[in-house]
């Protein structure tokens, strides 16, 4: 990344969270040229951005008060509040500083029910949201080439749109606020059963005495294929744990789409057994490796 200060045509942006996820992608909206303010809780992180020419704000209402469309992507729903509505210090919340008109984006997989509620508290006040989650792991990230399911009004979706597609391949609204969270709860499930079920297969080819990464290579290319198998599956069996998505956030995930799929009166059943699965990798200690840590839960390794 090269240091700018950003073109002056373009609407100033801010970013609040810049963990595994938004630090590559703050940092290609830098890279775009538009002016960039970030807010980060340990401000350690906020290092390489500012080398390379993002203002560093104190709170995630300074964020707010120097930017036209402000993107948060932080943990969990209660995270989320924090940042925008304001937790135990309110005065420093997004929504003490963002200005009637502008925008917020929420890049973070929170509950659906969540993204609602700060969509109206924030439409008081004439500040537009959007729910904004997005798919591809850190990879996906840093090569700018994630999935984002959009969430809110259309016209402000479309005003967002060449900044969102700085960060994605596939950029899609899905429905009013509430729908890009309901969208991401949907992805969840997916990819946790998918690495449940490369877990299982990992664990019979060892116990078979097969190669593990020879049988990987067969079943990825052919009908069984999955991005797990192709993406994650081998690091497992390098014994490769460190994180791209950590095990307790997906454990979160599946708690969100449990409790959304609860609130509709509909039984997730095989989901259930992925959440027994990631609570159990949790409390064996591992939540902050990465999900493919999965194979940890499963037989002989
Ligand atoms: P991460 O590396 O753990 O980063 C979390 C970020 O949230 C950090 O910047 C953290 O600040 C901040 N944060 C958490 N709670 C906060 C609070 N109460 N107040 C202020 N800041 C807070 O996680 P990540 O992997 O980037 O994930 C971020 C979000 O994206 C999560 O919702 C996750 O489910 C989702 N997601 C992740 C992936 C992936 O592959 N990693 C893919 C798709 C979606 P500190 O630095 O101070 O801890």
Known sequence: MKPSNGNSSLPRVGYVGLGIMGRPMAGHLLS??????????TRAKTALLAAAGARVADSPRAVAEASDIIFTNVTDSPDLEAVILGG???AASII???????????????????????????????VHFLDAPVT???????????????????????????LLQRLGKTVLHVGPNGAGQMTKAINQILGAI???????????AKA???????????????????????????????GDFRPGFKAGLQNKDL???????????LDLPITQLARRDFQRLVDMGCGDEGTQAIVKTRGKQ
């Open 32 to 41: 775009a040229g538009y002016p960039l303010t970030v807010f980060n809780r």
């Open 88 to 90: 135990a210090d309110k």
């Open 96 to 126: 003490e500083g963002a200005r009637s008109g502008s925008i917020v984006v929420d890049n973070s997989t929170v509950a659906p029910a969540t993204a609602t509620r700060i969509a109206a508290l924030l439409e008081k006040k004439g």
């Open 136 to 162: 591809g792991g850190e990879k996906g990230a840093v090569e700018a080439t994630l999935a984002i399911m959009v969430g809110g009004d259309e016209k402000v979706f479309q005003r967002t749109l060449p």
């Open 194 to 204: 998918h690495l449940c079920a490369m877990a299982e297969a990992i664990a019979l």
């Open 208 to 238: 078979a005495g097969l190669d593990p990464e020879k049988t990987r290579q067969i079943v990825a290319n052919g009908a069984a294929g999955s991005w797990m198998l192709t993406n994650l599956a081998p690091r497992a069996i390098a």
């Open 255 to 265: 708690r969100i789409a449990l409790e959304a799929a609860a609130q509709l009166g």
